[in-house]
């Protein structure tokens, strides 16, 4: 057996609290295999081809059964105290699973979800004893949150490995060593592969091992490698508080669900976060509510398949309500049953704070009953914004992606969404140069983009990801240059009708949240509006309606109404009207 498995069978026992030492006694000797070959653990594989496994088998066929054994039992009397010296206990001690003020700087990469799995590992360090760092060179422990997603998010985190290799090997023997560690969805892609390839990396951590942090820090502290990459089929960190990065935010993110069942055959993401859970309502409504008390403006609900949200924890029975999926729509897993869904997690969220609004990301087309598209039309606090991934224009394509669905049930979803939600603003993701991408497919993608003139767009090339369905069934056949030229023209099409999308809000005034100055100018602000557009506006005076019409400058967290003015595929720029609230917002064109 390798060092990592041990540590991996270790965690197993981790998982269920007093069994901590036996995780600490496995690392521990396997570790010491670690400089012999692996063919000299003793797997059972090996004693049956020694031939031991034959022996054994005939000495338990003749050996005591389990009856001898229950007869020959009896408690055993109580020994009396004796002066012996007790060896010392093979576990962690609580002092040791202390982070002992050590520094901790966090860097995290990819996608939201990363940066609320930054806030959730950041929150169980802090209660562990670690105090957090903003400068690199003052910290005892650099953790990297990562993503998978693409081949080059991975290469972005090798060379950064690859830097920090300089900082370790020139740390002052005066201070404790430096240590370092991989979080979330590179360390479960590539396991143990990343602790062969940087040897200067200290822990592994996958999405799911979070809470095992302080114990991986605390063995790391010996000298040796430690690795947790177990997926689990139930953790949400429901009573992980998230400590914000930036305390001063109006916005938070709120993880509601983790993991994916779907399966699209590009997607690693299955892979490196596991099945779909959803956390409990209880869960997120009390993390709602302490946000409002603290003041914050906007909620996002979080998580890789939003809408698919589905909370079993308080059914009793199973009501066996089929799911109602979007029209022309399908699912690669059996259908589901049952729980609390997302419209009415929505419902709830959208009551507890009138002035906070609500968003959520990112969901999946498939998911979207008219309930959910009447409760955003219906509450003045969830925005009017649906972010709406379609990958690709053309219906080849999406079957080979395993979409579940084709170009024309997903144009019919816009129309439906466009009629139930008059104004909504609609984003979404497009992969160019899937295999066998045709440039018929590509022109049915330009041409999906005119056809629906996104707000905004996320757009990438293909990047072929080991594990996933289109690496082992189909061919990455697409060249480099071919994918980046389809790549441009996708992008080029996008900002074009972006901005004739944007365009129409010229004249009109719209109601921004205040996030802080503009990062061009110090004499501009910035904001979003409803839509999530960025809007900058000039930090003048303005008349503060909510107190009696004072003169006040707009400060983060702030309702806003801006007279837009002028407009691109990316921003709205505009002048300040007043300040407002929520509900009192009269923004209109
Ligand atoms: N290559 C390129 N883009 C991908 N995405 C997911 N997997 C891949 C891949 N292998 C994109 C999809 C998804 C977004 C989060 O990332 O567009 O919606
Ligand atoms: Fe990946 Fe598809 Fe799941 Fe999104 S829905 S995370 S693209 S498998």
């Known amino acids: 057996m390798r060092p990592l498995q041990c540590v991996l069978r270790a965690q197993r026992c981790l998982r269920r609290g007093p069994l901590a030492s036996v995780s600490w006694l496995l690392l521990r000797t396997c570790r010491a295999h670690s400089s012999v070959p692996s063919s000299a653990c003793p797997r059972p594989e090996r004693q049956q081809e020694?031939?031991?496994w034959k022996d054994f088998s005939s000495r338990l066929a003749t050996g005591p059964t389990f009856q001898d054994f229950l007869r020959s039992a009896s408690v055993p009397p109580e020994k009396p105290s004796s002066p012996e010296v007790e060896d010392p206990p093979p576990y962690l001690t609580v002092d040791e699973l202390s982070g002992r003020q050590r520094k901790v700087y966090l860097e995290t990469y990819g996608c939201q979800m990363n940066v609320n799995d930054t806030e959730i590992a950041w929150s169980i360090?802090?209660?562990?004893?670690?105090?957090?760092?903003s400068h690199l060179q003052e910290a005892d422990v650099i953790l990297l949150v990562t993503c998978s997603i693409r081949e080059k998010a991975e290469q972005t985190i090798w060379n950064r490995l690859h830097q920090l290799k300089s900082l370790k090997s020139k740390r002052l023997r005066s201070r404790v060593p430096l240590r370092i560690g991989i979080l979330g969805c590179m360390a479960e892609r590539l396991k143990e592969e990343i602790l062969n390839r940087e040897k200067m990396v200290d822990i592994l951590a996958g999405p799911d091992a979070y809470r095992d942090l302080p114990r991986l820090l605390a063995v790391a502290e010996s000298g040796q490698q430690a690795a947790n990459v177990l997926l689990s089929l139930d953790e949400t960190y429901a009573d992980v508080m998230p400590v914000q990065t930036n305390p001063s935010a109006?916005?938070?993110?709120?993880?509601?669900?983790?993991?994916?069942d779907n399966m699209c055959s590009y997607c690693i993401v299955p892979f490196t976060r596991g099945r779909e859970r959803s956390r409990p309502i209880a869960s997120i409504l009390e993390e709602v509510r302490k946000l409002s008390e603290q003041g914050l403006k906007e909620v996002t609900l979080l998580g890789q398949n939003v809408n698919s949200f589905r909370d079993n924890s308080e059914v009793h029975f199973n009501n066996a309500v089929s799911t109602n999926l979007s029209r022309g729509f399908s699912t690669n897993y059996k259908a589901k049953q049952g729980g609390l869904r997302f419209a009415h997690l929505l419902d709830q969220v959208s009551r507890i704070d009138p002035e906070m609004r609500i968003r959520f990301t990112s969901p999946h087309p498939k998911d979207f009953p008219d309930e959910v598209l009447q409760l955003i039309h219906e509450r003045d606090n969830i925005c009017k914004q649906i972010h709406l991934p379609?990958?690709?224009?053309?219906?080849?394509?999406?079957?080979?992606?395993?979409?579940?669905?084709?170009?024309?049930?997903y144009v019919e979803l816009i129309q439906h969404i466009r009629e139930s939600i008059p104004g909504v603003s609609l984003s979404s993701d497009f992969i160019a140069g899937f295999c066998g991408e045709t440039e018929e497919d590509h022109l049915q993608t330009v041409s999906l983009l005119r056809e629906v003139q996104y707000n905004i767009g996320f757009l990438f090339a293909y990047s072929m990801r080991q594990k996933t369905r289109a690496y082992h069934r189909l061919k990455d056949n697409i060249p480099e240059e071919v994918k980046l030229r389809r790549l441009e023209e996708l992008i080029t099409v996008f900002r074009e009708e972006a901005t004739k999308a944007n365009k129409s809000f010229v004249g009109c005034t719209q109601l921004v949240l205040v996030e802080g100055p503009s990062k061009r100018s110090a004499a501009d602000l910035c904001g979003r509006n409803d839509g999530n557009l960025k809007v900058i506006f000039p930090d003048v005076e303005m008349e503060d309606v909510?107190?009696?019409?004072?003169?006040?400058?707009?400060?983060?967290?702030?309702?806003?109404?801006?007279?837009?003015t002028s407009a691109s595929s990316q921003t709205l720029k505009g002048h300040v009207l007043r300040k407002t609230t929520l509900k009192d917002s009269t923004a209109h064109c």
Request: glycine share 12%; charged share 25%.
């Open 50 to 52: 020694d031939g031991v």
């Open 125 to 133: 360090l802090q209660k562990s004893g670690y105090l957090r760092t």
């Open 250 to 260: 109006a916005s938070a993110f709120v993880s509601i669900m983790r993991g994916c």
């Open 390 to 409: 379609a990958q690709s224009g053309s219906s080849r394509v999406l079957e080979a992606m395993r979409r579940g669905y084709s170009r024309e049930a």
């Open 546 to 564: 909510t107190d009696s019409g004072l003169r006040v400058r707009a400060q983060p967290g702030d309702y806003v109404l801006v007279k837009i």
